[in-house]
């Protein structure tokens, strides 16, 4: 007997007759926006349609390509066996952040069904502000700048992890506990921080605080490339766990009725979707920092561009146009604009406008419907 989830995924890719997807899955296509399946193809592309992911995905990574040749060649002047090595590691580093925001970013709108929450809204990015300010408060900037940086790295990593574990264990103990409870404690837990953050930022010295402000923002100059390897190996370790889920991501997008009566332990594989988007989260944000709304700008540039909702388009696409933006941007921050501006003001400004786009859209379209 075939596997229901492999046979659910083979009718979207068009192994079955026409009208073979389940009605929960109409249900979700036409919520997201996108026309149902027509009676002509199972999935409702036309054969010229069904090639726009391809083409897609061939211009996102040609275009990382060129971005990445451009960041290690252009403006090298000094000696190719130093220059080479050092934009290398590098180039390594940002590709890597780029990987970890935007898969935990995709996975994290999947299994929460809303394309405009980022994993920050379980209070990621305030933990990380929290930790940086009682390291200040107690120990000070100096003795702080001056601890080894793969300690801190790790000490970050492993309490980002622990909160996050701590949230899922307290979430899946209960039978009437959800998802959308786990997404309020995170948000009251986030303010929570940021308050504690707060008071203690002013009862600090104000030279301790100026130097503290610079760990707010993210800072993609300054990775660190000793952390680099360690980094790596927790991502591909998240990695791995997410690759052997991958044949029920598209499932999840269907609901947890759906995805349950064809054959999937909803509970089961959310947590594990959450426990691999807390270790990517917790990576990038102890490399660079908290980036808020970058998770966001890349995730739904990658649905627009994808013109699909199945994930084997969309976290290709989405990674792609993650490293497009960290490598072109930084190439013409370092070559064009010498230090100028900073990157990641720039990203956060642009995912802003990309958050209250999406809120102002779906107010037009609660409006119209309430018509």
Known sequence: MRDPVRVHLDEQDGDAPPGALPDGGVRATVARGQAPPSPGTPSGDSPVASTRPAWALAGIWGLVLVAAVAFMTVGANGAWDFVLPFRGTKLAALALVAYAVAVSTVLFQTVTDNRILTPSIMGFDTLYVLLQTVLAFTLGSATVAGLDHRLRFAVQVVLLVAFAGLLFRWLFTGARRSLHLLLLVGLILGVLFRSLASFMQRLIDPNEFAVLQGSFFASFNGVDPALLGVATVLVAGASVL????????????????????????????????????????????????????????????????????????????????????????????????????????VIELLGGLTFLTLLLRDARRASGGAR
């Open 242 to 345: 997410a690759w052997r889920l991958r044949s029920t991501f598209d499932v999840l997008l269907l609901g947890r009725p759906t995805a349950t009566m064809l054959g999937v332990d909803h509970r089961r594989v959310v947590t594990l979707v959450l426990v691999v988007v807390a270790v990517l989260v917790a990576v990038s944000t102890a490399l660079v920092g908290p980036v808020t709304f970058f998770g966001l700008l890349v995730a739904h540039l990658a649905y627009l561009l994808a013109g699909s909702h199945r994930h084997r388009y969309v976290l290709p696409a989405a990674v792609g146009v993650a490293v497009l933006c960290l490598v072109g941007g930084q190439t013409v921050l370092e070559r064009v604009l010498g230090y100028d501006t900073t990157l990641s003001v």
